[in-house]
């Protein structure tokens, strides 16, 4: 009988509290107390520095996002990729509010984040990265074509990639044992629903399995160990956290954003 | 000084499910903790959160448990805060290397969660009983090459700054690692806390007054002034032998 493992997977909380404290809370009523942070901690929301602090004191393994490089390294940008000039202006301005919003021992904290972390479970190889095994800021959209995703797992070693930054959840498995799974976003969920995410991973054997309901439940690499994924959504008060936003100056548009998830 | 009950711990170990286990622990009794799952992040987090004790994680990936310790020996804020080495190995010459490093205790992994805990309380007891018996003569001020120190008789006045402060003598002014509330922890009879951002040495006070009705000034014999909170206007007088 293999030992059933859970944990909790969280990413691009963005500078909001509110979210985050939802997500916490949500995770102890779960009973899951083995978490990892997904990185993105800061951007976009109005208290960076209130996230930092939280996410610090739980302390729970983070790895870096392209926003905590970017804002820890005082790069100037967060290296992500905006559509529209406007979007560009907006994400400036988000840069520099972040930025003087931190200081410099946060921002070194930021800066020493470790860019992937490694977990093994009875022979499941894990990979826990922001964007994707290969880049910070490589977007592994649900776009992706099997054979891609198949190829970057086999090239790092894992079984089991989880990814941020894209702020959509997903569970796919493209290919025979290996398995990504996407964290969603805690604080700027792009899917639709503003409710903030968290996903839940479940590692066990067949018979466990059967009391998750996730399609994608499958076996990992050549173990015998089966993985399924749950994404949890928490409501909070998005309406407060919106006007916290706008209170503190930032663009219009990065309000309305999570307000429409 | 905090009481056992609510000191802040540090724990600095890269293995998140020990953290988990050692923060819940010490929760329940009480302390804060102050995680750090990264050996980097451990002088920086340290330097701004002054934390009573500091538990260190010996084999880190990045820099190791010996290289955060001597950092930590030589910053002047936290050099004298107790540390506990946590490591696998376990040979009498690891320990001795340890002791002789610096560290103040020493704890081999595995280990049983009572044993640290008891040696968490006897580490604190220590520190503290140490500290708390004289009160500091000399206040160490940061030099051109490393530290020097200021006779406490010497200060006008201490100010709090964001996490140091600054010394003030009738030579000029200097500033020191220690925070405010370090200073007031371990001064002696002579300095006391007269507001938010400043400590008084009473023997240089030369007169008092009130500049408006509700700002209660000290006077002191190098010509500064120094406002003291309403709500300790009672206690300064009374320590002046006003009242």
């Not at chain 1, 959209?141 to 959509?168: F, I, K, M, N």
């Not at chain 1, 629903?193 to 996730?214: F, K, Q, S």
Request: charged share 25%.
């Amino acid at each position: 009988m293999l030992k059933t493992r859970r944990f909790a997977l969280y990413s691009d909380v963005h500078g909001n509290v509110s979210a985050l404290e939802a997500v916490y809370q949500d995770m102890d009523d779960a009973g899951v107390l083995e978490r990892y942070c997904l990185g993105d901690l800061v951007g976009y929301g109005a208290d960076p520095a209130g996230v930092i602090e939280r996410v610090r004191r739980s302390g729970d393994p983070v790895v870096q996002g392209n926003y905590d490089r970017g804002v820890g390294g005082r790069l100037g940008d967060c290296g992500c990729y905006y559509a529209t000039e406007q979007a560009r202006a907006d994400g400036q301005a988000s840069y520099d509010f972040t930025s003087a919003n931190i200081d410099d021992v946060d921002a070194e904290w930021l800066a020493a984040l470790p860019v992937e972390l490694r977990l093994e479970h009875q022979g499941a190889r894990v990979l826990l990265c922001h964007g994707s095994p290969r880049k910070v800021n490589e977007y592994l959209l649900p776009d992706r074509t099997d054979s891609q995703l198949e190829r970057l797992a086999r090239e790092a070693s894992a079984e089991v990639v989880c990814v941020g930054h894209v702020h959509v959840p997903y569970h796919r498995t493209p290919a025979p044992g290996i398995h990504y799974v996407s964290s969603g976003s805690v604080g700027k969920p792009k899917d639709g629903d503003p409710r903030a995410c968290w996903v839940e991973l479940v590692l066990g054997d067949a018979e466990v399995m059967a009391a998750v309901n996730d399609s994608s439940a499958a076996v990992v690499g050549a173990t015998g160990v089966w993985l399924a994924a749950i994404a949890h959504r928490v409501p909070y008060a998005v309406d407060v956290e919106a006007a916290a936003m706008r209170a503190a100056g930032l663009p219009e548009s990065l309000a309305r954003a999570i307000l429409a998830g | 000084m905090n009481t056992a009950a609510n000191a802040k711990v540090m724990i600095v170990e890269d293995d998140a499910e020990l953290v988990r286990g050692l923060k819940r622990l010490l929760e329940s009794d009480g302390y804060e903790v102050v995680p750090a799952t990264v050996s980097l992040h451990a002088l920086p987090l340290a330097l701004r959160e002054q934390p009573d004790l500091i538990v260190l994680d010996v084999m880190m990936p990045g820099i190791d448990g010996w290289e955060v310790l001597r950092r930590i020996r030589a910053s002047a804020s936290i050099a004298s805060t107790p540390v506990m080495m946590l490591t696998a190995k376990s040979s009498v010459d690891d320990r001795v290397f340890g002791l002789s490093a610096g560290a103040d205790d020493y704890l081999t992994k595995p280990f049983a969660l009572r044993e640290f805990r008891a040696r968490i309380d006897a580490l604190l007891r220590r520190s503290r009983s140490g500290l708390e018996a004289p009160g500091i003569k000399r206040m160490p001020v940061t030099a051109e090459r490393g530290v020097a120190f200021v006779d406490t008789s010497d200060i006008m006045y201490i100010e709090g700054m964001r996490n140091h402060c600054m010394i003030h003598t009738s030579e000029g002014e200097m500033p020191s690692r220690m925070s405010l509330g370090e200073v007031e922890m371990r001064a002696g009879a002579g300095l006391m806390r007269v507001h938010r951002s400043y400590i008084v040495n009473l023997d240089a006070v030369r007169g008092c007054h009130w500049a408006t009705k509700s700002a209660f000034v000290l006077s002191l014999k190098d010509g500064s002034e120094v406002p003291v909170s309403r709500t300790l206007v009672a206690e300064v007088r009374g320590r002046l032998g006003l009242c």
